[in-house]
């Protein structure tokens, strides 16, 4: 698990400048809006998500290894 975290966490941060530079000069418009824009963002908010659930099952592995 901690390799695969590892990735994820890298992942997460080398896409992070775009997203900010996304979400800072983007406006809401629900008309029209830019769908690879908007596809980009949720792709890393999914990558988020998957390397803060990678990273608590790797604690929760190193948990269980320590009581063994």
């Known amino acids: 698990m901690l390799p695969i975290s590892i990735i994820y966490l890298i992942t997460f941060y080398i896409l992070l400048p775009d997203t900010v530079k996304i979400i800072s000069t983007s406006t809401l418009n629900i008309w029209d809006f830019d ?20 990273i ?13």
């Open 56 to 68: 608590m099952k790797t604690y929760q592995l190193f948990e269980k290894l320590k009581k063994l």
């Open 35 to 54: 769908e690879l824009n908007t596809l980009f963002v949720f792709i890393e908010l999914g990558i988020l998500g998957l390397t803060i659930y990678a």
